[in-house]
């Protein structure tokens, strides 16, 4: 089994280890892309609308900014301590450490990144800013840079591929067998009649949970049929719809 992850907007302060070797990380093929992505967010920092053509909220920009500056210089971390969003902490990375079922599953995770393309949770890389649906000169939208080079160094092997990437992270790179997206609806009950509803900060939450409790387990399922009895298994509500997985949660 193969879980591929978002990444996220919050992340950790900084790091404590030596600055990016961008040739010790994973996926060696998406090396050129990487230089070429962290050679344009660099010089986008240093024009006048840099957090226009970045996205990067009023208040946050000048942080991000200075950041995005430094990134080949700043200090690193592991990329299971670099994001602390809320699927994060439902995935609680630190608390799976010290479960023998789950060292090596977690070496079957794979984290997408505007900046990276696509990290291990054992890579180490810089705190930075940088979402996937950017357009950054000159280089153009992320997504339709990454894509080629994602289609070409992207191989994960055997397994079954559990899919809880966001949309913009879920378009740069297409499983090349069948996989199980993972979506999070919100079903109740209104005058005797059952809706269900999308939802999008706690899908997060129940995603991260999910990813928490299938990498707990040492869970191996080969087929949809399998992760949905496993899930279950877990408890947790869910149901196979052609190739999503939905999971449902109650008021």
Not at 35 to 43: C, P, Q, Y
Not at 94 to 111: C, I, S, W
Not at 182 to 190: G, L
Request: aromatic letters at 4%; hydrophobic letters at 45%; one cysteine or more.
């Amino acid at each position: 089994m193969h879980i591929l992850l978002p990444p996220s907007e919050k992340k950790a302060a900084e790091g404590d280890g030596p600055p990016v070797d961008l040739a010790s990380l994973s996926f060696p093929g998406l090396t050129p892309v990487r230089e070429r992505v962290l050679a344009a967010l660099s010089e986008t920092c240093r024009r006048d609308d840099a957090a226009s053509v970045l996205k990067l909220p009023a208040g946050q920009a000048a942080e991000a900014i200075a950041r995005n500056r430094a990134l080949r210089e700043a200090s690193t971390l592991p990329v299971a301590r670099l994001y602390t969003g809320v699927l994060y902490d439902h995935l609680d990375l630190a608390a799976l450490a010290a479960e023998p079922a789950a060292e090596q599953a977690l070496g079957r995770v794979v984290v997408f990144s505007g900046l990276w393309g696509a990290l291990r949770l054992t890579d180490r890389v810089p705190p930075y800013r940088l979402a996937m649906g950017v357009s950054l000169p000159p280089e153009g939208r992320l997504g339709a840079l990454w894509r080629p080079a994602m289609r070409d160094a992207l191989r994960l092997g055997d397994g079954l591929i559990v899919d809880m990437r966001s949309g913009p992270y879920a378009s740069v790179w297409k499983a090349p067998r069948p996989a199980v997206a993972v979506r999070v609806f919100r079903e109740r009950v209104t005058g005797g009649e059952t809706q269900r509803t999308v939802v999008s900060h706690m899908a997060k939450a129940a995603r991260g949970r999910i990813a928490h409790d299938l990498l707990k387990a040492g869970a191996a399922p080969r087929t949809p049929d399998e992760l949905l009895k496993t899930v279950a298994d877990l408890g947790h509500t869910a149901e196979l719809n052609g190739t999503n997985m939905d999971v449902i949660l109650h008021d």
